[in-house]
Structure formats: C-alpha cells, structure tokens
C-alpha cells in the first residue's frame, strides 16, 4: 500500500490517512473490485 511508503516520506496526519484511505476505496470502486450498489 502506498500508504505505508508515505509515512515513511512525511508525518501523516489522521486527516490525512484518512483522505488516502478513501483515495484507495475510490481506486478500487473503479477497478470494478468493489460494488456501488
């Protein structure tokens, strides 16, 4: 996960791990891995 490599690039804020959280849910909705209905 990219996640874990940018902690290690800059301090992450919960605000911002949880805008990358939902970055990765969107990437995967997209891939067609989850369902929007």
């Not at 800059?10 to 067609?32: A, M, N, P």
Request: neutral net charge; without cysteine; charged residues 20%.
């Amino acid at each position: 996960m990219t996640i874990i490599i940018n902690s290690g690039y800059q301090k992450r804020t919960q605000k911002d791990y949880s805008l990358s959280l939902k970055h990765q849910i969107v990437f995967e909705i997209e891939q067609g891995e989850l369902s929007t209905t």
